[in-house]
């Protein structure tokens, strides 16, 4: 939006030429999530205590975790807030890609919101039930899936590019739907997996969703992705815009969400950080390379499957409790060292990732 404002101003000030370059955008997107967070965050913790919307604790659980029942939750309404009007501040709004993203991104926030809302509000411990909240994010990820193929000009643009490989492409054709599918809906639910401690998914994910902005920067300029080995993707250099919003939206996030933390982002904020990682890795053809870098979401993922499947047929856990972050938890490690060393996984994980920018 303030693009076009800029294009303008450049005819009588030539300085304003500096927002043309998606670099300079991308930090005053960062920003401006940033400085949004900060100034919000008091306001909404205040009206979530005061309206009572309050986490529940899980009573086989650590004990530790007793204190926290009552903390204000729903803060992730305060992440999404910032990507949104962030993004559509600063990126080209001429982009298709910054649009999708953003539609994928507030419709997996209002699944979680109702989530939420049924849970804190309506006090149904239920919340939405499982199968509708299924049914709600694959409609929206189909949708998506479906659009970014018929969208696609040629079959390179729905293959899976395998990293660390020159010229190594899987050429997916119709399976592009279900796979890009699985990518969105798998990664959204997979970071809602993981927020289980004071700033563990949020900081991930700010990580995660940086490092894809990288991707994003190279896959949209026609030079870099040429010297890089990597498919150009018009017009998704704008993800890298939406990327940084992401990270200056989690920063800010942060600020209150660190441990003690005095505010839960709850499923409107998981789900739609996640999903959002999905579609940008999908824009910017980087499917694996994800998996890569969000390993910590996969890992935590796993160890959920595991424990329900080797219960289910043996009558016993794999760890003590699942997610991993609680199983550590049981097992003596302090909250803060949980989450700092996830961190640092998180950290050599996106570090392995970027690699592949270079290394093919």
Same mark, same amino acid.
């Given at each position: 939006?303030?693009?076009?404002?800029?294009?303008?101003?450049?005819? %009588?000030?030539?300085? %304003?030429?500096?927002?043309?370059?998606?670099?300079?955008?991308?930090?005053?997107?960062?920003?401006?999530?940033?400085?949004? @967070?900060?100034? =919000?965050?008091?306001?909404?913790?205040?009206?979530?205590?005061?309206?009572? &919307?309050?986490?529940?604790?899980?009573?086989?659980?650590?004990? @530790?975790?007793?204190?926290?029942?009552?903390?204000?939750?729903?803060?992730?309404?305060?992440?999404?807030?910032?990507?949104?009007?962030?993004?559509?501040?600063?990126?080209?709004?001429?982009?298709?890609?910054?649009?999708?993203?953003?539609?994928?991104?507030?419709?997996?926030?209002?699944?979680?919101?109702?989530?939420?809302?049924?849970?804190?509000?309506?006090?149904?411990?239920?919340?939405?039930?499982?199968?509708?909240?299924?049914?709600?994010?694959?409609?929206?990820?189909?949708?998506? /899936?479906?659009?970014?193929?018929?969208?696609?000009?040629?079959?390179?643009?729905?293959?899976?590019?395998?990293?660390?490989?020159?010229?190594?492409?899987?050429?997916l054709g119709i399976f592009y739907i279900p796979f890009v599918y699985l990518v969105i809906v798998g990664t959204s639910n997979a970071v809602n997996l993981t927020d289980g401690l004071d700033g563990l998914a949020i900081m991930p994910a700010v990580l995660v969703g940086g490092a894809l902005g &990288?991707?994003?920067?190279?896959?949209?300029?026609? &030079?870099?992705?040429?010297? =890089?080995?990597?498919?150009?993707?018009?017009?998704?250099?704008?993800?890298?815009?939406?990327?940084?919003?992401?990270?200056?939206? #989690?920063?800010?996030?942060?600020?209150?969400?660190?441990?003690?933390?005095?505010?839960?982002?709850?499923?409107?904020?998981?789900?739609?950080? #996640? /999903?959002?990682?999905?579609?940008?890795?999908?824009?910017?053809?980087?499917?694996?390379?994800?998996?890569?870098?969000?390993?910590?979401?996969?890992?935590?993922?796993? @160890?959920?499957?595991?424990?329900?499947? @080797?219960?289910?047929?043996?009558?016993?856990?794999?760890?003590?409790?699942?997610?991993?972050?609680?199983?550590?938890?049981?097992?003596?490690?302090?909250?803060?060292?949980?989450?700092?060393?996830?961190?640092? &996984?998180?950290?050599?994980?996106? =570090?392995?990732?970027?690699?592949?920018?270079?290394?093919?």
């Amino acid at each position: 939006m303030l693009l076009y404002l800029t294009e303008y101003l450049t005819r %009588f000030v030539s300085g %304003f030429n500096v927002f043309s370059y998606i670099t300079m955008r991308a930090i005053m997107g960062a920003l401006t999530a940033l400085v949004i @967070s900060l100034l =919000l965050g008091p306001r909404l913790i205040e009206r979530l205590a005061l309206r009572q &919307i309050g986490q529940t604790v899980r009573q086989d659980g650590p004990r @530790s975790h007793l204190p926290k029942a009552g903390t204000p939750t729903m803060g992730g309404a305060l992440i999404l807030l910032a990507i949104v009007v962030s993004t559509l501040l600063w990126a080209d709004l001429r982009s298709a890609y910054v649009w999708i993203v953003i539609s994928v991104t507030t419709a997996f926030g209002l699944i979680g919101f109702v989530d939420d809302y049924r849970k804190l509000i309506q006090r149904d411990s239920a919340g939405l039930s499982a199968r509708a909240k299924l049914f709600w994010q694959s409609l929206v990820a189909l949708l998506i /899936a479906t659009l970014l193929y018929l969208q696609a000009s040629t079959p390179q643009d729905t293959a899976l590019l395998v990293p660390y490989f020159k010229d190594l492409v899987i050429p997916l054709g119709i399976f592009y739907i279900p796979f890009v599918y699985l990518v969105i809906v798998g990664t959204s639910n997979a970071v809602n997996l993981t927020d289980g401690l004071d700033g563990l998914a949020i900081m991930p994910a700010v990580l995660v969703g940086g490092a894809l902005g &990288i991707f994003a920067y190279a896959a949209g300029n026609v &030079i870099f992705s040429d010297y =890089l080995g990597i498919p150009y993707v018009a017009g998704a250099g704008e993800m890298m815009v939406f990327c940084a919003a992401l990270a200056g939206a #989690g920063l800010g996030f942060l600020w209150f969400n660190t441990y003690p933390a005095q505010v839960f982002m709850g499923d409107i904020g998981a789900l739609a950080l #996640g /999903a959002a990682l999905g579609t940008v890795a999908v824009v910017v053809r980087q499917e694996i390379v994800l998996v890569i870098m969000g390993g910590l979401f996969v890992i935590e993922t796993l @160890s959920v499957i595991i424990q329900v499947v @080797s219960y289910r047929m043996t009558g016993r856990r794999v760890f003590r409790m699942a997610p991993l972050h609680h199983h550590y938890e049981l097992k003596g490690w302090a909250e803060p060292k949980v989450i700092v060393r996830f961190w640092i &996984i998180t950290v050599i994980l996106v =570090l392995v990732g970027l690699s592949s920018l270079k290394l093919r």
